[in-house]
């Protein structure tokens, strides 16, 4: 079974930056489709990010100009490059993949990494 897993969390001051990676492993599946989302207590999942192979980046709009999604296929891994960040980007991110062209991949998740955003 396929299994992913995040790192790259931690704690940041507002205005900072973070690179949060996910890698693939325990499988020989190709992902056609891989992002992330992020919970916040009391709240939930939320899309943040997407990317198709051959497709462009998706973006939820409170992230748009400040996180960068991008994939290394050979190595089975997604990044996230988080710039500028806030005190609302506080939150478990969660990677995941899907052997589908969607917009929204779910088949797959990891187990999360904190980030938590100081002031």
């Known amino acids: 079974q396929a299994q992913l897993v995040e790192s790259g969390g931690g704690l940041v001051q507002a205005g900072g930056s973070l690179r949060l990676s996910c890698t693939a492993s325990?499988?020989?599946?190709?992902?056609?489709?891989m992002g992330w989302y992020r919970q916040a207590p009391g709240r939930e999942r939320e899309f943040v990010a997407a990317?198709?192979?051959?497709?462009?980046?998706i973006y939820v709009g409170s992230v748009k100009g400040r996180f960068t999604i991008s994939r290394d296929n050979a190595k089975k891994m997604v990044f996230l490059q988080m710039e500028r960040l806030n005190s609302e980007d506080t939150a478990v991110y969660y990677c995941a993949a899907d052997q589908t062209r969607t917009v929204r991949p779910r088949d797959y998740w990891g187990q999360g990494t904190q980030v938590t955003v100081t002031s």
């Open positions: 325990g499988t020989s599946l190709s992902f056609e489709s």
């Open positions: 990317l198709i192979n051959g497709g462009q980046p």
